[in-house]
């Protein structure tokens, strides 16, 4: 054993000789094999096929299995069911329900639903998108402190408005989703079509426009040239297939370059991350220290998590409990003024927090859980 | 960790001045701390007295109270302000093998980790095919099975370092990458029952969690090799995977993978869904975006040493393995080159154990260290020929500001004291 290490080991030494004593000094590099786009599956990736009941040479699988032409497993989708489940909605506006709203509306349940987090105007949140400007950034590049970065928005960036009902209708607001009628998704898309200045057929979207089903449709989005490869086409699969099996079209190849090769400079960490990792890092192998017995496993503690902590563990958009110096002012005054300030809303605060499904005592068992982590 | 750091430079510190000069000139090497007639053997430990725990104590078994820290970790900076679109990394520097355990097994999601009822679970399949169809738990499971081994890994892997170097930690630099066996049906044996429509090219699979996240594959990959998948490593999927159902397109962007799977359209057309719009789109320095980017690309890193796993236990000379993983989503791993110069030269590792298709692969190197500093680097190639690549090479392709894909060269700078830190070889 320690015969080989000494032998590999020796070889390594014997190349770096050369590689120092090299006169040429050139690189030596390994050519390697490329397969043919014949052999190649859709991502340009190796197609791997069944040979004598082998997959891949590696799996072995039941070739009978393949043979069985149908199943008849499970049984045919009503109408309904599809209708109540088919909720994207397509590029090309497949899937897109009739309905309408105003900017006007817009903004009001912008201000009710989405404000919170994506702050005013669509100005952004921390962590959260900001959702308006950045037109004219796509080619920054943030190489040192104080480059500006790329900003990528709805206006800036997005190349369909299709997403931006389908994204709004099913995955927000982001603590409800499914929640909002096709009209007031209509109404809050005008709003952010509005704010990011984007006309249809040549009209601003003012507070009176009323944003429909047609009208929606004929939006054009500022960056809709910015994305390729056009995979649109009858033949967009083969258009990826091509675009991903030539690497030179996404990266520099590089080669398998064994000696005297292009090196670089070494730089070293100067602002590091790891402080705010949780938990804390550690390799130890000691007991862990006995968990305090709290309030954590309460009924309000498990409430407060599924339905406040979207917002109210992130202290850029509501205190967080346990942040004795956002409460204190807070609990100065009284507990009834926060219960009512949780169950009819106050400033960002929505009605109930937007949970309309927790009862008036539920929302007060909530406060007293949140104030009492936080004295 | 720092801390933790300090305390033990300053122990070592503390150590060597108390000890024979020699010892000191030997290295800055820890130097063996196991004292002869060691009382752990001279004396009966006391596990060795007294009685275990009783067989019914964990009916669902858990690791040792020792290995608590070994668990998935989290950063703010790393989620929208929240804990519910967010990712949990994987500390792939306490792994062995080529298997993650399930509770460590990484977790992305983008509304938190929905909780199904199996009895209530339905799988839709509609669009351009012959009969739209209705699939619960069980009528899925009644398919033939099969069985295979596959990273997942998210695309925005390492994105944190295209600028720079940032994070000290393999579990922050590589860990929102998992690997398991996953047990479920190919897909194209659901499709024979549903039949495809003349003109399908495109695939919508859609999550029925909150986030509703929908993603558009091409009829090709998911007829090629994709599954639903209801197990991982011999059990049902957890929670965090997508219990009871994900979709597994192997080799592909994590986010690729829909969990919590509620629905496949079939269509003739791309849909261009959030995540292939505002997300896992590839921003270049022209200012254009590549649309759609699947594979995960040829990628290694060395696990061992790394800065969680450092050499500040050995001596001088000692003979180690440098051990780390290697995978391609473009097929299987072919070789790995290690350096020890930064990238000026290269030798050739051993690969080890399974070199499965699109599945991480283990390497190694035996090397006796003289506690000399190195700049450690691996370097894999896979079966379609691509070679990783530089940092030089990748950012002068794709910029700094594409977020997703990042697979260049990873290096660790061993001090001569054993510590590892994570550098940087760039221009």
Redesign the interface.
């Known amino acids: 054993m320690?015969k080989?290490?000494?032998k590999?080991?020796s070889?390594?030494v014997a190349?770096?000789l050369f590689?120092t004593t090299s006169i040429s000094a050139q690189p030596q590099e390994i050519k390697?094999?490329?397969?043919p786009l014949d052999k190649?599956?859709?991502?340009?990736?190796?197609?791997?096929h069944i040979k004598d009941d082998v997959?891949?040479d590696?799996?072995k699988?039941?070739p009978?299995?393949y043979e069985?032409?149908?199943?008849?497993?499970?049984?045919?989708?009503t109408k309904n069911?599809?209708k109540a489940?088919?909720?994207?909605v397509?590029?090309?506006w497949?899937g897109l329900p009739d309905g309408k709203g105003s900017v006007e509306q817009g903004d009001e349940l912008y201000a009710k639903h989405c404000e919170m987090c994506h702050g005013e105007m669509g100005s952004g949140?921390?962590?959260?998108?900001l959702l308006v400007g950045g037109q004219g950034t796509?080619?920054?590049?943030?190489?040192k402190p104080g480059d500006e970065?790329?900003i990528?928005t709805?206006g800036s960036?997005?190349?369909?408005a299709?997403?931006l009902w389908?994204?709004v209708k099913?995955?927000m607001p982001?603590p409800h989703?499914?929640s909002l009628t096709n009209d007031e998704v209509y109404a809050i898309v005008a709003y952010l079509l509005s704010l990011n200045e984007i006309t249809i057929d040549g009209e601003e979207l003012d507070d009176e426009y009323v944003l429909t089903k047609e009208k929606l449709m004929k939006v054009v989005m500022p960056n809709v040239n910015?994305?390729?490869?056009d995979?649109?086409g009858?033949d967009?699969?083969l258009v990826?297939k091509k675009f991903?099996s030539d690497?030179s079209n996404?990266?520099?190849?590089?080669?398998?370059?064994?000696?005297?090769?292009?090196?670089?400079?070494?730089?070293?960490?100067?602002?590091?991350?790891?402080?705010?990792?949780?938990?804390?890092?550690?390799?130890?192998?000691?007991?862990?220290k006995k968990e305090e017995g709290s309030a954590q496993n309460s009924k309000y503690a498990k409430l407060f998590e599924e339905k406040c902590?979207?917002c109210h563990?992130?202290k850029?958009?509501a205190p967080v409990p346990g942040d004795k110096e956002e409460w204190a002012s807070r609990i100065k005054q009284g507990i009834e003024t926060l219960y009512e300030h949780a169950i009819k809303g106050f400033k960002g605060m929505p009605p109930k927090g937007g949970a309309m499904d927790l009862s008036d005592e539920d929302i007060k068992g909530i406060v007293d859980f949140m104030v009492e982590q936080s004295k | 960790m720092k801390r933790e750091i300090d305390n033990k430079r300053e122990s070592r510190r503390g150590f060597l001045k108390n000890i024979a000069a020699s010892v000191v000139a030997a290295g800055t090497l820890a130097p063996s701390l196991l004292k002869a007639d060691d009382p752990n053997l001279i004396e009966e430990p006391e596990w060795g007295k007294k009685l275990g725990l009783p067989v019914d104590k964990y009916l669902y078994g858990q690791p040792s109270p020792y290995e608590h820290n070994v668990v998935r970790r989290v950063h703010e900076l790393l989620s929208s302000g929240d804990m519910y679109a967010s990712v949990a990394m994987c500390p792939i520097h306490e792994l062995d093998g080529i298997i993650t355990p399930n509770g460590l097994f990484f977790n992305r999601c983008h509304g938190g980790v929905a909780i199904i009822d199996p009895n209530k679970y339905r799988l839709l399949i509609h669009g351009m095919v012959e009969k739209p169809l209705v699939l619960t738990l069980e009528d899925i499971k009644k398919y033939p099975s099969e069985s295979v081994i596959h990273f997942i890994e998210c695309p925005a892997n390492g994105s944190t370092e295209w600028r720079a170097p940032q994070f000290n930690t393999l579990q922050f630099l590589k860990g929102m990458m998992s690997q398991a066996e996953w047990t479920g049906v190919r897909l194209k044996h659901i499709l024979k029952d549903a039949g495809i429509k003349e003109g399908a090219k495109w695939v919508l699979a859609e999550g029925s969690d909150n986030s509703h996240m929908g993603r558009t594959i091409p009829l090709e990959k998911i007829l090629d090799d994709a599954m639903v998948v209801w197990a991982q490593n011999g059990e049902a999927l957890r929670p965090e995977q997508g219990y009871p159902i994900r979709l597994l397109v192997p080799g592909w962007e994590g986010n690729l993978n829909i969990k919590w799977l509620g629905r496949i359209e079939i269509g003739d057309k791309p849909w261009h869904a959030k995540e292939e719009t505002s997300k896992y789109t590839m921003l270049m320095p022209s200012g254009k975006a590549i649309r759609f980017f699947w594979p995960m690309e040829v990628n290694s890193v060395i696990t061992r040493p790394c800065p969680d796993k450092p050499w500040t236990h050995l001596k001088k000379g000692d003979v180690v393995e440098i051990e780390g993983l290697a995978w391609s989503g473009h097929g299987r791993i072919k070789g790995v080159d290690i350096s020890f110069d930064g990238g000026k030269n290269w030798v050739e590792a051993k690969l080890k154990g399974l070199v499965l298709p699109k599945a991480w692969t283990r390497f190694s190197y035996i090397y006796k260290w003289e506690g000399e500093p190195l700049l450690l680097s691996s370097r894999a190639y896979d079966e379609v020929g691509n070679v990783q690549p530089t940092i030089d090479q990748e950012v002068g392709k794709m910029g700094v500001e594409n977020i997703y894909h990042r697979n260049a060269i990873v290096t660790w700078e061993v001090k001569a004291n054993g510590e590892v830190h994570n550098v940087q070889i760039r221009s």
């Not at chain 1, 390697?32 to 397969?35: A, D, G, I, K, R």
């Not at chain 1, 949140?125 to 998108?129: D, M, T, V």
């Not at chain 1, 796509?138 to 190489?143: A, E, I, S, T």
């Open positions: 320690f080989l290490d000494l590999r080991i070889t390594f190349l770096t590689a390697l094999q490329t397969p190649r599956a859709v991502d340009g990736a190796i197609k791997y997959y891949a590696t799996y699988i039941n009978d299995a069985i032409k149908q199943f008849n497993f499970g049984r045919e989708a069911e599809i489940r088919d909720i994207d397509r590029y090309d497949q949140g921390k962590g959260y998108p796509l080619k920054n590049q943030m190489l970065p790329p990528k709805i960036y997005w190349p369909y299709s997403t389908w994204y099913t995955g982001f989703p499914m910015g994305f390729y490869p995979v649109n009858p967009g699969p990826m991903l690497s996404y990266a520099t190849p590089n080669v398998r370059c064994m000696k005297n090769c292009p090196t670089a400079k070494v730089v070293r960490i100067s602002q590091p991350l790891d402080d705010g990792i949780r938990p804390p890092l550690s390799t130890k192998r000691d007991l862990p902590s979207a563990m992130n850029a958009i």
